[in-house]
């Protein structure tokens, strides 16, 4: 692909130098549909980012633009805060008979501010006011927010030292593998629980993702989150399942956790529960944790109506005949091959891929080769990003709609992209 020069003067003087996609991809864009994005020259990129992970199906998907604008063009409420409006009840009603009762889910609905970190912070307040406790458990490698709790029980030191401030009240315990299965799950963890000398105060709760996604795309097993479950039950801790950007079908089922067969007491949503790239957020928790006074917890822009409206079109479309899990999984199928074959073709270079549904990551043995097979994919039209402690992770998180066409010529995109570069 030849690219000319972008102007890219305004954002270069004007913006942050927080900014940090733009970097990867020195372009402007224009604008996109399904799993393609253009940039203002006509330059065609497929993207396997999908606004990390809050587009699931797809750019200006037709189904949800068409119900988003007809709303807009009824003057529908926008704003409202937590009011009752008819956006919101037909979300409910929808999210209640497409999700949670098939799956038998008890959950209570909260909406916290509009992004994932507000449900994550919802979610820690709520655990530490039903316990009375203030301790959190997190894992290694979890990511889970920028505000400050988030922070607290995220393990990346680049973003934790952002803060500023000394993060508190958060342990870290091994992740699933973390210890190259040298030590039985947990054994560490319940060590420290049931000495009262080992400086660990009883916690409120542990949160976990199913899948690391920032961490390194690092894959819990069922067996492990099921052992999780029953620790957190054993020791009255609350479970805190993080499905911001696992969730949603990311993973094969609605929810990550299902493949594990448990029920966390609260789960956090947020991405593409909109399915439309608009920001919304749920926290999730069962019924007798409800401990809320009214306005204990709010937020300007909890009432996201639009996103109330998007986000019942996509449920209707894609969740209620069971279809999408499918479709998702014989995808991931095709990814896992087509990651079989790199690695086999570069086996000094790469690690080892792995991934669930459709999230997958291919780790590198030289970290920075990710960052410039990243690049060079830009370079050739296809739109990726890395994760891990040193980027060393190449990430995929391609649409859930992406045709099987696309998503085979984006992989020999990325696989001549890897060629070419290490």
């Known amino acids: 692909m030849t690219i000319t020069q972008p102007d890219l003067s305004v954002f270069e003087t004007l ?26 020259d006509g330059h065609e990129y497929l993207d396997f980012f999908a606004g990390a992970g809050s587009l699931n199906y797809g750019h200006n998907n037709p189904v949800l633009k068409r119900a988003l604008i007809d709303y807009l063009e009824r003057d529908g409420v926008v704003h409202g805060l937590d009011m009752s409006t008819t956006a919101k009840r ?7 008979e497409t999700v949670l009762r098939p799956r038998d889910l008890p959950y209570k609905v909260m909406f916290p501010g509009p992004t994932g970190t507000n449900a994550v912070e919802s ?17 290694t490698n979890a990511f889970h927010g920028m505000s400050l709790g988030s922070l607290a029980v995220t393990g990346n030191a680049f973003k934790r030292a952002g803060a500023g401030i000394p993060l508190v009240h958060g342990t870290p315990m091994p992740f699933d593998n973390y210890l190259d299965g040298r030590t039985p799950d947990f054994i560490w963890f319940e ?19 199913t899948v690391q996604g920032e961490g390194g795309i690092n894959v819990a097993r069922t067996e492990w989150l099921r052992k999780l479950a029953d620790v957190c039950k054993r020791w009255d801790m609350l479970l805190i399942v993080d499905d911001i950007q696992m969730g949603c079908g990311r993973t094969g089922g609605f929810f990550s956790f299902e493949e594990a067969g448990i029920v966390p007491d609260i789960v956090t949503v947020s991405k593409s529960i909109s399915g439309y790239g608009l920001p919304m957020s749920l926290c999730l928790f069962k019924p007798e944790l409800d401990v809320w006074e009214p306005g204990e917890h709010n937020g300007t822009f909890r009432g996201n109506n639009p996103a109330f409206v998007t986000a019942a079109a996509a449920l209707s479309a894609y969740w209620a005949d069971g279809e999408m899990e499918k479709q998702t999984l014989a995808r991931g199928e095709q990814v ?8 086999a073709e570069h086996p000094d270079a790469t690690r080892e891929y792995r991934g669930r549904g459709l999230v997958w990551g291919l780790e590198m043995t030289t970290p920075d080769h990710a960052s410039k097979i990243a690049r060079r994919a830009f370079d050739l039209g296809l739109l990726v990003e890395t994760s891990g402690p040193e980027s060393e992770v190449v990430k995929l998180l391609p649409a859930l709609t992406i045709t099987p066409e696309e998503l085979d010529e984006g992989l020999r995109i990325l696989a001549r992209a890897i060629r070419e570069t290490v």
């Open 90 to 96: 037909a979300f409910l009603e929808t999210f209640q």
């Open 336 to 343: 896992e091959q087509a990651m079989k074959a790199i690695r």
């Open 191 to 209: 060590r420290l629980l049931e000495d009262s000398g080992s400086g660990l105060n009883q916690p409120a709760a542990v949160i976990v993702e």
């Open 123 to 139: 979610a820690l307040k709520l655990a530490r006011k039903v316990k009375g406790r203030e301790s959190i458990v997190s894992f």
């Open 15 to 40: 913006e942050s130098e927080v900014r940090s996609y733009c970097r990867g991809w020195p372009t402007v864009f224009d604008r996109a549909q399904g799993s393609k994005m253009y940039d203002e």
